[in-house]
């Protein structure tokens, strides 16, 4: 069943959303040449004991940490630990999540570690984060889930082609609901699946956490042997971008954005929706 929120519960997402946006500010300037992965687990683990906010993450199906931080090939669910030590090239995900009230957020980004990163690889992650808009986008009263992932498939399917030859849409994960719970109904591809039809209608008080992940190759994955690492078939690096959105009656609000979404709606047309906490 899919979750229909109120605007009063909305505003707790929103509170939520902040915080998330808290930890990936703070994170994402932590991610220089030698920090490990733990190092930026503190952070975050931080951020929330500063809010009064709990994790969302930490003991989720036994998940042993705050955040998520996959380096490189890895695509999702990385696993920090002290040994995985940052170094100029690489790139990180960081996807994190926060409850305030028993509401959730959830968000991911991709942040490049020091210099030297190939002009793909800069591609790949604004593919990424700009499919994700396209998708928050397309997320309006009347639409059908189906067309957020029209939206994605159709920025990326759009973009002239990285030096590895193409992009790889991710198959095994995709967006999600997201309220009283951090993962509910609907799922969301990020692709257009004709066996799947078209999705439930889109209207006010849906929330969900569009995340499209895309790779310099293939769109298969596997998981390691600690049973949360997801890494590309191929070794192909990957890309990550995740938005908690609420669909309100005055159209999308982005819960984890700082500005609610506000500056990257309205470049695409788009009129964001106020934010309750203003």
Known sequence: MVEIKTPEQIAKMRAAGLVVAEIHRRCAEAATPGASTKDLDDIAAQVLAERDAKPNFLGYGGFPATICTSVNDVVVHGIPDRETVLKAGDIISIDAGAIVDGWHADAALTVFVGDGHAAQLHELSRVT?????????????????????????????????????????????????IGSEMHMDPHLLNYVDRRRGRGPRLVPGLCLAIEPMLSLGTAKTHVLADEWTVKTNDGTWAAHWEHSVALTEEGPLVLTAVDGGRAKLAALGVTAAPDPLA
């Not at 994605?152 to 995709?174: M, N």
């Open 129 to 177: 984060e700009e499919s994700l808009w396209a998708g928050i986008a397309a997320m309006r009263r009347g639409n059908r889930l189906v067309d957020i992932s029209k939206a994605i498939e159709s920025y990326v399917r759009r973009q002239p082609l990285p030096a590895s030859g193409k992009y790889g849409i991710i198959e095994s994960y995709g967006g999600h609901g």
